[in-house]
């Protein structure tokens, strides 16, 4: 069992859902992202999902693109984000999972990337980019390290293929909300009731959904029939007020946000 | 010792879009079900004889086809060796042969039911060849295109405008075909339920390069036959410039199973070998993921993509469809690169002594053909692709050389 599994055992012998804010490695520099994780597991946040910024993302609006701009403008490196994960994930109360694109983790080689994330406290791997029938390989190797491999489904995934889905994700499944790139959106739409319900009946695993969530009315909304809610770039556009703000008011500023959005949760 | 290599073979792509080892589909599943899609109906398509007439109608009427196989007399007697032969796609409708895929894609999208197309390109002679096609059949038509490549390739943009279609600035990254792809992938994640992407060379998830290849193999058919109705024989070596790939692919995939043919792909040598100064990932670059394929790529040691750079926008990408990675792996085609300089050299060359002014991106081609004819004997026969015509370069070609205030 990862530590993905064991948190959503916990939660649901408690009845509560999982809030997981997503924040981008390096943005825009590593001991920035240690405190942001520490301050948001420490007001609740039950799992973070770290992005690791790659050049060419094509599933990211440009809220999460600039990020990963401005992250890799400073010359980050893996090693470097491996290491501040290794030094911070022993001081956090929830597990960590890195949304990572293949492109980086076949350059690092399967094997090695698996093996450095779960030396750095890393639980899980979301590989938005890795469809179904090309994660064998790399599933291996995570259930062999005893690490989730996330896998993704969309609303315009067939229901059988979403059936093969299911059957090879571990930890749990995210559920992607809209038909579209990462990015603040308006509404939720109508289709991920249908959709998550059937979901619901075919699978044990938790379902977690994502893309678009950014205020408590999608939080009330999308909440009763999920395990978990991820929240992004609502999250990462307020990082990006550094330019104009100091570190302690952007903190605060997430911590407030986050706030509100775990308010709206709990309610749930 | 050379160790022995597997022999190339032409049946491939396999299920899964693999060449060998190379390409495969590395998307979100938010593209999964449009490229089944796509490669369900394209397989229908290509044993339907209605789809196959109404594709060779518009290539012959519509584009002109069969482009000329021509004896270049004067660039072989300059060179004083193996006799040059140019296979020439400048005098496709358009200009170039990346009209060859996009009426082929147009059909398709029709045949999906879709009802809007997005393109990505460098050059800006896939996104009139989009434009056309999509002006053609009454598609609405975006186009994207890296802002550097807005500058260098400005008559390409009014051309596209004409047509009818929107040309959006991409300003993220370089600023070039790269960013291009990524901004035309964004689109159609979100609009992949009315919209066909045309993607423009041998790249991409499969079915893309698949596709392409097959709608780009009308060039290396008719060299074929041009070669056996005009010298009586197959050349001893056939040579295209290589950016993703799709006129190399065409013309080289029919000549494959012919061994004593030998093919030369001819990368974009840039400035220099340096990291960052070319865009040659066969012959500087390794495997790696990008776009959603397997193939040979310019990145740094943590799988980010390098910034590369060619006088020629079209060639000015980093990495290079899987299918030519296969053919690097089986030793069946031989990859060269060709620098900035040499490039313009051979425009020049070819300018004064034939009359043609070729595509910067094609320079590369007759560059390395000049110089391989010059190693021959004058019995031996170098055909070169000719991939288009070279007005959109004349301006910057100008720039270059400083004569601009003219
Ligand atoms: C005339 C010409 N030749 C070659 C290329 C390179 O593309 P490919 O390698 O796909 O043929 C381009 C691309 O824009 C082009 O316009």
């Known amino acids: 069992m990862s530590a993905v599994d064991q948190l959503f055992q916990e939660l649901k012998k408690q009845g509560q859902k999982a809030f997981m804010p997503f924040i981008t490695a390096g943005d825009p520099n590593l001991a920035f992202t240690s405190t942001l994780l520490k301050t948001l597991l420490r007001h609740g946040s039950h799992i973070c999902e770290v992005g690791i910024p790659y050049s060419d993302p094509i599933a990211d609006g440009p809220v999460i693109q600039a990020s990963y701009t401005r992250a890799l403008a400073h010359g980050i490196t893996l090693s470097d984000i491996f290491e501040m994960l290794r030094q911070t994930t022993p001081e956090l109360a929830a597990p960590v999972v890195t949304m990572v694109s293949h492109a980086i983790i076949y350059r690092a080689g399967l094997k090695q990337y698996v093996k450095t994330a779960k030396q750095s406290g890393v639980a899980g791997l979301i590989v938005p980019d890795l469809p179904v029938e090309e994660s064998k390989p790399l599933q291996q190797i995570c259930q062999a390290e005893n690490l989730s491999l996330i896998q993704l489904i969309t609303p315009n995934t067939p229901r059988d293929r979403a059936l093969r889905i299911a059957a090879s994700s571990t930890g749990f499944i995210y559920y992607v909300s809209v038909v579209g790139i990462t990015g603040e959106r308006k509404q939720v739409p109508q289709s991920i009731k249908d959709n998550v319900g059937w979901l619901r009946e075919q699978t044990d695993l938790p379902i977690c959904i994502g893309f678009g969530i950014s205020n408590p009315e999608h939080i009330r909304t999308l909440a009763p029939m999920a395990d978990g809610l991820i929240v992004g770039s609502a999250i990462v556009r307020r990082i990006a007020a550094l330019d104009e703000q100091s570190e302690a008011e952007v903190l605060q500023d997430v911590e407030d946000y986050v706030k509100t959005l775990m308010v709206a949760i709990s309610g749930c | ?406």
């Not at chain 2, 079900?33 to 109906?41: C, K, P, R, S, T």
């Not at chain 2, 009209?99 to 393109?119: C, D, E, P, S």
Request: hydrophobic share 35%; glycine share 10%.
């Open chain 2, 1 to 406: 010792m050379a160790r022995p290599k597997l022999r190339a073979s032409c049946h491939v792509p396999d299920h899964a879009g693999r060449y060998g080892e190379f390409g495969g589909r590395y998307v979100p599943e938010t593209l999964i079900a449009a490229l089944d899609q796509l490669a369900d109906q394209y397989e229908q398509a290509r044993h339907d004889p209605d789809f196959q007439d109404r594709l060779s109608d518009l290539l012959k009427h519509y584009v002109g086809r069969p482009s000329p196989l021509y004896h270049a007399s004067r660039l072989t007697k300059l060179c004083g060796g193996a006799q040059i032969y140019l296979k020439r796609e400048d005098l496709n409708h358009t200009g170039a042969h990346k009209i060859n895929n996009t009426l082929g894609q147009a059909l398709l999208t029709l045949r999906m039911g879709k009802t809007r197309v997005i393109a990505e390109t460098g050059a800006g002679q896939h996104g009139v060849a989009t434009a056309t096609a999509c002006a053609r059949f009454g598609l609405p038509c975006v186009v994207y295109m890296g802002e550097e490549d807005i500058r260098r390739q400005a008559p390409n943009v009014f051309s596209m405008k004409l047509l009818g279609a929107e040309v959006r600035s991409v300003t993220s990254g370089s600023r070039t075909l790269r960013d291009a792809i990524n901004e035309a992938m964004r689109d159609w994640m979100a609009s992949v339920e009315n919209t066909h992407y045309i993607l423009g060379s041998v790249v991409g998830p499969h079915p893309f390069p698949r596709i392409v290849r097959d709608f780009q193999s009308v060039i290396g058919q008719e060299t074929l036959a041009q070669c056996n109705d005009q010298i009586g024989r197959l050349p001893e070596v056939v040579v295209a410039c290589v950016g993703g790939g799709s006129n190399a692919a065409g013309m080289f995939y029919p000549f494959i199973e012919h061994d004593a043919v030998e093919l030369v792909g001819v990368e974009a040598g840039g400035r220099s070998s340096a990291a960052g100064e070319h865009a040659s990932p066969l012959t500087y670059g390794s495997p790696g993921v990008l776009h959603g394929s397997y193939s040979y790529v310019m990145q740094d040691q943590d799988g980010q993509t390098c910034d590369v750079h060619s006088i020629s926008a079209g060639l000015d990408y980093p990495g290079v469809g899987p299918e030519h990675s296969y053919w690097k792996a089986t030793g069946r085609v031989n990859y060269e690169s060709c620098i900035d300089d040499d490039a313009l050299e051979a425009f020049e060359t070819l300018a004064k002594n034939e009359g043609i002014l070729a595509a910067v991106e094609s320079s590369h081609a007759i560059s390395t053909a000049m110089r391989i004819a010059g190693e021959r004997p004058a019995d031996q026969v170098v055909v070169v692709c000719l991939s288009g015509r070279g007005d959109k370069d004349s301006a910057e070609v100008a720039r270059l050389r400083g004569d601009d205030d003219s």
